[in-house]
């Protein structure tokens, strides 16, 4: 009895990264000395922790990605969300990783140590999690596609990613200042939302949907505007000046910021997206059994009643 088969030709996955980021410069922020969790980044994962109602599938574990960065709040909002769940943290770098385990890991005393599995602090082995927790990273990674493939690869067949970074609008007055004075850009350039989704796609995910929101943030003062940006990352910009800047240029920049709104503008992007069935790849084919194509047809309709 002959075996039906179906040909699909995957999508080819890009490996250009981003122009206007300096990979050395985005190593140096990833490795900086770890500390409190910026507070947009707080706010930020508790709207997409939000976003989990609208997804019925409990993880068995779950993994938070970068949670010192991302939002050492948000984790508790996780526990108590998904409390029978196992959990393992992921940080990049010892440094990190010490500052999680000590922000994260609860005191005897405490009576939420002994509910649910305790964290894990180790990067998930493959196909070992339903979900993938990763808030506000990938616009900081010099290579965004192979961040989005190691994420792929962490994920179980049917598990799900929960991400969010920042859009190209971020920042929109701050870029007219520098443009205005003559100066190179204060950041690297944000991928738009569409564009990130056609590189899940290319990375193996399934069902990417993307959506955005705008937040802006009001201070009293250009020096606690200027801090807060400190918070958030560094300038990435391959093209950014070299040198050091001088007292000069400092009071210029507070001057200018001074004569408008002291306002920050963030365009925050959500995304989430589903790991399918594996693709078998025969030359630039994929062949697919029809048993195969059953169960992929099978696991998108229960997705679809879950949701």
């Not at 999508?11 to 190593?27: C, F, H, L, V």
């Not at 801090?227 to 800047?245: D, V």
């Not at 709104?261 to 697919?288: D, N, Q, W």
């Amino acid at each position: 009895m002959g075996v039906n088969i179906l040909r699909l030709n995957p999508p080819a996955m890009s490996t250009q990264r981003p122009p206007t980021i300096d990979p050395q410069a985005a190593q140096r922020w990833a490795s900086r000395r770890p500390g409190p969790s910026p507070w947009l980044h707080e706010e930020v994962a508790r709207r997409m922790e939000e976003r989990l109602a609208w997804i019925k599938l409990k993880p068995q574990i779950w993994a938070h990605w970068q949670p010192v960065t991302g939002g050492l709040q948000a984790h508790d909002l996780l526990s108590r969300r998904y409390p029978e769940s196992g959990c393992v943290v992921s940080e990049l770098t010892p440094s990190h990783d010490a500052y999680a385990n000590d922000q994260l890991t609860k005191p005897w005393w405490n009576p939420a140590r002994w509910v649910g599995a305790p964290a894990r602090f180790q990067p998930p082995a493959a196909a070992s999690v339903q979900m993938l927790w990763a808030n506000m990273a990938l616009h900081m990674a010099a290579d965004p596609q192979d961040l989005m493939s190691q994420w792929h690869q962490a994920l179980a067949t049917g598990g799900f990613l929960m991400f969010s970074c920042l859009g190209p609008d971020t920042l929109a007055r701050l870029h007219e200042h520098y443009r205005r004075l003559g100066w190179p850009a204060p950041s690297h350039e944000f991928t738009d939302m569409h564009d990130w989704g056609d590189m899940l796609v290319a990375a193996g995910f399934a069902e990417p949907v993307m959506d955005m929101e705008r937040i802006t943030l009001s201070f009293q003062t250009p020096e606690r505007m200027l801090e807060e940006l400190r918070g958030l990352g560094r300038n990435l910009h391959s093209e950014r000046f070299a040198r050091l800047r001088g007292r000069q240029w400092h009071q210029q920049l507070l001057a200018t910021l001074s004569q408008g709104p002291l306002e920050l503008e963030f365009e925050v992007i959500y995304g989430h997206a589903f790991k399918p069935l594996p693709r078998m790849a025969l030359s630039s084919e994929t062949v697919l059994t029809l048993a195969q194509m059953k169960d992929s047809l099978r696991q998108a309709k229960n997705r679809q009643r879950s949701l």
